[in-house]
């Protein structure tokens, strides 16, 4: 029929579902009408051997004749070639820029936090001047002098953010395509550090505290006048953890009876059935968390002055006074000093993985080796009467634990 004020409030609901009723004078011009009473205008064509329908608006908002005004104007650019849909597409691309795309990215579900702050934080630091660009400006050109340029001081900075920063062009891209399946956003720009072999790589740092080096750092550690500083780098020391498992610790998981921790949601969770890494402490760390805990704050047993998790400046300040007094020094070196204590004393390769919770599903053996928190009491403390005995080697006698009563 022909659609009209008229005819269009006379067309009844259909009982189930919808249905369409389409104009006689205009091809591809109807009115949808849903089982609820519903109706919208909407015009439909044939797009690269596919049928497309797009809406055109309600018919209680938008009147017949705008609508086959509308209507008429879509199937004239479909005529000339274009594909209406994919036209707003592009439009919407247009205004896009680096931050929403960083934004977006790191709101998908699965990320883990230390993802998502090294892309609010990091990442948004080094592309600080790029944020409020449109998207599809940043061209090859663009990349390889940004890189080259955050390469000259700080190539790890400069890795990082462009790794992520295709990691959010790659989604958008995604998002991007068309009904048909064709791409509307061209491939990520950072191909070019690819083709040219820009991509800074470099070697995994082997830096670890030497036996003979331990009484130096315990002195350097022992001087800082926090006292949480001091309990945080011996307990990663001690226990082979990351830092970022030590500042996500809370008195909750923490069992100074049974001489226990749990690290919640690790970064190896992914790869085991539970994701989270249970551990035995040794006897050396008891008395330093139960000085910590009398006087606890809040949740987290590292925490900030309220208890409250430090995010990625953990102890920045007392790691400077450290190096200042000992030399090159990072968190990390105490989880590296951790395992070369323990390959020293011969503690096999699959027990010290377990230890530091390395993944292992890559391993054959290992995707059979299930090591139960007890069975790591005995390497783990072997481990920490190593290290105290490298502390005291130099005439240090002064031990990390209280004589008992």
């Known amino acids: 029929m022909k659609l009209t004020k008229t005819t269009v409030k006379a067309i ?134 940004k890189h080259q340029a955050i390469s000259k001081d700080t190539p790890g900075a400069a890795t990082v953010a462009f790794r992520y920063f295709r990691a959010a062009w790659n989604l958008e891209r995604i998002n991007s395509k068309d009904a048909t399946g064709d791409y509307l956003l061209p491939p990520c720009p950072t191909a070019v550090l690819s083709e040219k072999k820009l991509w800074n790589h470099h070697a995994r740092r082997q830096r670890a505290i030497a036996p003979h080096q331990f009484p130096a750092w315990f002195e350097a550690v022992e001087a800082l006048p926090d006292s949480k500083a001091r309990a945080f780098f011996t307990f990663c020391l001690l226990t082979g953890c990351r830092k970022s498992e030590a500042a996500g610790l809370t008195w909750q998981d923490t069992d100074l009876i049974g001489r226990r921790v749990i690290f919640r949601d690790t970064k190896a969770g992914k790869h085991h059935a539970d994701p989270d890494h249970h551990l035995p402490i040794p006897r050396q760390l008891v008395d330093l968390l139960s000085d910590l805990k009398a006087v606890a704050v809040g949740d987290h047993v590292f925490g900030d002055d309220l208890g409250n998790h430090r995010g990625r400046s953990l102890f920045s300040n007392e790691i400077t006074m450290v190096v200042e007094a000992y030399g090159p020094f990072g968190p990390h070196d105490l989880r590296r000093s951790f395992i070369c204590v323990a390959e020293g004393l011969g503690i096999p390769s699959l027990t010290t993985k377990k230890l530091v919770n390395h993944s292992v599903h890559q391993d054959v053996t290992g995707g059979y080796f299930v090591a139960q928190v007890e069975e790591l009491r005995s390497p783990i403390q072997r481990i920490a009467d190593q290290i105290d005995a490298y502390r005291l080697a130099a005439g240090n006698v002064v031990t990390i634990t209280r004589a008992k009563k």
């Open 12 to 145: 009844t609901a259909p009982t189930s579902g919808y249905a369409i009723t389409w104009d006689e004078s205009i091809k591809g011009f109807g009115l949808l009408t849903t089982a609820k009473g519903t109706k919208s205008f909407v015009v439909r064509a044939r797009i690269k051997g596919k049928d497309r329908r797009e809406v055109l608006g309600r018919a209680n908002v938008l009147s017949t004749d705008r609508a086959r005004e509308l209507a008429i104007a879509w199937l004239g650019r479909v005529a000339e070639g274009h594909d209406p849909q994919a036209d707003k597409k592009r439009q919407r691309l247009q205004s896009i820029t680096v931050r929403e795309a960083l934004e977006r990215y790191a709101a998908r579900p699965g990320l883990s936090i230390r993802t998502r702050e090294a892309i609010t934080t990091r990442v948004n630091r080094t592309l600080a001047d790029w944020l409020n660009l449109p998207l599809v400006k940043i061209d090859a050109g663009m990349v390889e002098r």
